[in-house]
């Protein structure tokens, strides 16, 4: 069975500057890999997944996010924060086959300060 | 791309009635739908597997009798909350892979709170 950690409950960071949210994996193979982001009272937006090729990942609103196989990590990053970036932010890893059943890390709040 | 149309998008109930919320898949046939759950400020928790033509798979800790998950269709999923209290106050979510995909896509939830 697949389990993702998030290390960070929630992360400050000023406008303008530079995100990275961590989120490490387990899983017997490759995994599926997503990024979600949920504001308040709202339904989930996947931000990018990976599935195969390509370790870097180019999402939506500027988003990235790199798969590391020796590491187990796929860490989500941003060059430059915007306040509307403010939000939830919750690591997936899905598995192949088995039913493909996807498991949620325990999400990251991410504050921003002008 | 692919939708997932989830509905109703938040319910009402009285304690000890039963709400239906209905997984739809708009453009694809998804043959395995998923249903997670959601405290407040906590992360999604994985509730069922549901497979077309087939009993759901239920996570451990999962009442199965409380949450009836039926999967009739290619393209509709149920998840039927029975006899609700209070604490089922939450907000669920589905999604659906279309068959052969290796996509997931998520409905926008919906936040049932049992009065």
């Known amino acids: 069975a697949q389990s993702v950690t998030q290390p960070d409950i929630h992360i400050t960071v000023s406008e303008g500057a530079s995100l990275e949210l961590r989120c490490n994996y387990s899983?017997?193979?490759?995994?599926?890999l997503f990024w979600y982001v949920q504001s308040p009272g709202q339904g989930l937006q996947l931000l990018l997944k990976y599935f195969s090729g390509d370790t870097l990942v180019q999402g939506i609103k500027g988003f990235e996010a790199e798969f590391k196989r020796s590491q187990s990590s796929f860490n989500l990053r941003k060059p430059s924060v915007h306040w509307s970036d403010a939000a939830e932010y919750f690591c997936?890893?899905?598995?192949?086959?088995?039913?493909?059943?996807?498991?949620f890390g325990a999400g990251t709040r991410l504050f921003v300060k002008a | 791309g692919a939708v997932v149309s989830q509905h109703p998008s938040w319910v009402i109930c009285k304690s000890g009635t039963s709400v239906k919320i209905e997984c739809r898949s708009l453009?694809?046939?998804?043959?395995?739908m998923f249903w997670y759950r959601q405290f407040p400020k906590q992360s999604l928790m994985l509730m069922a597997t549901s497979n077309e033509g087939s009993k759901a798979t239920y996570e451990q800790g999962v009442e199965k009798d409380k949450f009836l998950i039926n999967h009739a269709s290619l393209t509709l999923s149920t998840l039927t909350v029975t006899s609700a209290h209070p604490e089922d106050s939450s907000f669920y979510i589905c999604?659906?892979?279309?068959?052969?995909?290796?996509?997931?896509?998520f409905g926008s939830g919906t936040r049932l709170t049992v009065v």
């Open positions: 453009d694809f046939q998804a043959t395995t």
């Open positions: 899983y017997g193979a490759t995994p599926y």
């Open positions: 999604s659906a892979r279309e068959g052969g995909a290796d996509g997931y896509t």
């Open positions: 997936a890893v899905g598995a192949r086959g088995g039913g493909f059943k996807t498991i």
